[in-house]
Nanobody, 123 residues
Framework: QVQLVESGGGLVQTGGSLSLSCVRS???????FGWFRQAPGKEREFVAA????????WYGDPAKGRFTIARDNAKNTVYLQMYRLKPEDTGIYYC?????????????????WGQGTQVTVSS
């Protein structure tokens, strides 16, 4: 079992920054952790992922050049630092644990999900 708890969402103006955190607990090892987001009326989309051991990172198109994913193994925490936010970044942001097979960009590759944290970017 893996439990994931996100925090750090909120309301920010266009051009602002937010830092999301995802604290993991449980004894089951998961090799990768990802951030996804879902805007109202849209499908959930990949934002970023990180390798828990090696620290390798992957980014979806919305995140490239503006977001940074990181992890602190000692704190069992994965972070998503978001800069130069835009109204289209509004949505619920979810942290997820990868099941060990499949692409890190694929929703179906993840078997544990947090409850999500709301990010709202005002224009």
């Amino acid at each position: 079992q893996v439990q994931l708890v996100e925090s750090g969402g909120g309301l920010v103006q266009t051009g602002g920054s937010l830092s999301l955190s995802c604290v993991r607990s449980g004894y089951t090892f998961r090799p990768y952790f990802g951030w996804f987001r879902q805007a109202p009326g849209k499908e959930r989309e990949f934002v970023a992922a990180i390798s828990w051991n090696e620290g390798g990172t992957w980014y979806g198109d919305p995140a490239k050049g503006r977001f940074t994913i990181a992890r602190d193994n000692a704190k069992n925490t994965v972070y998503l630092q978001m800069y130069r936010l835009k109204p289209e970044d509004t949505g619920i942001y979810y942290c997820a644990a990868h099941g060990g097979s499949g692409r890190v960009e694929s929703i179906g590759s993840y078997d544990y999900w947090g409850q999500g944290t709301q990010v709202t970017v005002s224009s």
